[in-house]
């Protein structure tokens, strides 16, 4: 299985400011990364496919990068919406793999 | 896109448990499902998908053994069937369309939760 290790598992920032949330895949994945937001007793929700396309109706302030093995997710301008865990998920292998998450708080 | 699942259950442990997924607005046998399931507080664990079409499944190694997925395409729904519950396996079990163009799930359903006590 392919193992996915996010970092860091939780932070803290302020309004306003840049977030950024990595995923480092255990082998190539090439870009099958997805990032999902999950809000305190929601559903999770597809924000970003293939490692920096935005799902329809994701606002711009949240971006993708990366390929191979390093990815990463960032919030630029956090807002109190935001406040949410973070969770990257490869698709390159049909045996899905997640990472743990990270939890995202405003402080 | 609408993916309507079954109600809560409370199983002991030794049991087994049904939860279904209803699929509506689209062609069923068009988007595989996904079952995943979270446990309290924890995160996202992936459990296997189903393609409707021609029943193929396939399983996370950690479920294997324990997990069947099954579909009826007259009716539409999409069913995970797991054996020999432990406490464990108290979880909210989500079944999950997959888009053909993100690779991710696309539009999930409300979360069934599942208890399993003694």
């Known amino acids: 299985d392919v193992q996915l290790t996010q970092s860091p598992t939780s932070l803290a920032a302020s309004i306003g400011d840049t977030v950024t949330i990595t995923c480092r895949a255990g082998?190539?994945?090439?870009?099958?990364l997805n990032w999902y937001q999950q809000k305190p007793g929601q559903v999770p929700k597809l924000l970003i496919y293939?490692?920096?396309t935005l799902e329809s109706g994701v606002p711009s302030t949240f971006s993708g990068a990366g390929s191979g093995t390093d990815f990463t997710l960032t919030i630029s301008s956090l807002q109190p919406d935001d406040v949410a865990t973070y969770y990257c998920q490869q698709s390159y292998t049909t045996l899905w793999t997640f990472g743990q998450g990270t939890k995202v708080e405003i402080k | 896109v609408q993916l309507v699942q079954s109600g809560a259950e409370v199983k002991k442990p030794g049991a087994s448990v049904q939860v279904s997924c209803k699929a509506s607005?689209?062609?069923?046998?068009?988007?595989?499902i996904h079952w995943l399931r979270q446990a309290p507080g924890q995160g996202l664990e992936w459990m296997g998908w189903?393609?409707?079409?021609?029943?193929?499944?396939e399983y996370a190694h950690n479920f294997q053994g324990r997990i069947t997925l099954t579909r009826d395409t007259t009716m539409t729904t999409a069913r995970m069937d797991l054996r020999s519950l432990t406490s464990d396996d108290t979880a909210v079990y989500y079944c999950g369309q997959m888009g053909k163009v993100t690779s991710g799930v696309d539009s999930w359903g409300q979360g069934t939760l599942i208890t399993v006590s003694s």
């Open positions: 293939e490692a920096s």
């Open positions: 189903i393609d409707p079409h021609s029943g193929d499944t």
């Open positions: 607005g689209y062609t069923f046998t068009d988007y595989y």
């Open positions: 082998q190539s994945i090439s870009r099958y």
